[in-house]
């Protein structure tokens, strides 16, 4: 059997604030609607309904963390995900959800057809 070798202490940290940068549900949001191109700050704003200091301050943690790049062009900042890994990951989430919804879907109408 293989033994696992433990993990040091600063990586655990590194990988958990990397999840924790997908725990806010504007960040996933954000990454949603730069999917397929990269966006201006205002038009992040305006997709999302929100503030652009809000907007601003969550592009600001996912540039600083690697997962989206940065570029300005006259007075505009545009953003677009450097770390296409992302997605991946958010995917497998999300498809893991999908099953487990559809599992107590099916288990619950087998509970309601025994009624």
């Not at 992040?44 to 997962?67: C, D, F, P, Y």
């Amino acid at each position: 059997m293989k033994q696992t070798l433990p993990l040091p202490p600063e990586v655990v940290q590194q990988v958990a604030e990397y999840f924790s940068l997908l725990s806010e549900p504007m960040r996933l949001r954000l990454l949603h609607l730069l999917r397929d191109e990269e966006k201006c700050v205002q038009e992040l704003v305006e997709a999302t309904q929100t503030s652009q200091a809000n907007v601003s301050k969550h592009l600001k943690v996912m540039w600083q963390a690697g997962i989206l790049s940065r570029r300005s062009e006259g007075t505009c900042a545009y953003y677009r995900v450097e770390d296409e890994m992302i997605f991946d990951l958010c995917n497998r989430v999300c498809d893991r959800l999908a099953t487990r919804l559809e599992e107590q879907a099916r288990n619950f109408r087998v509970l309601n057809s025994k009624r």
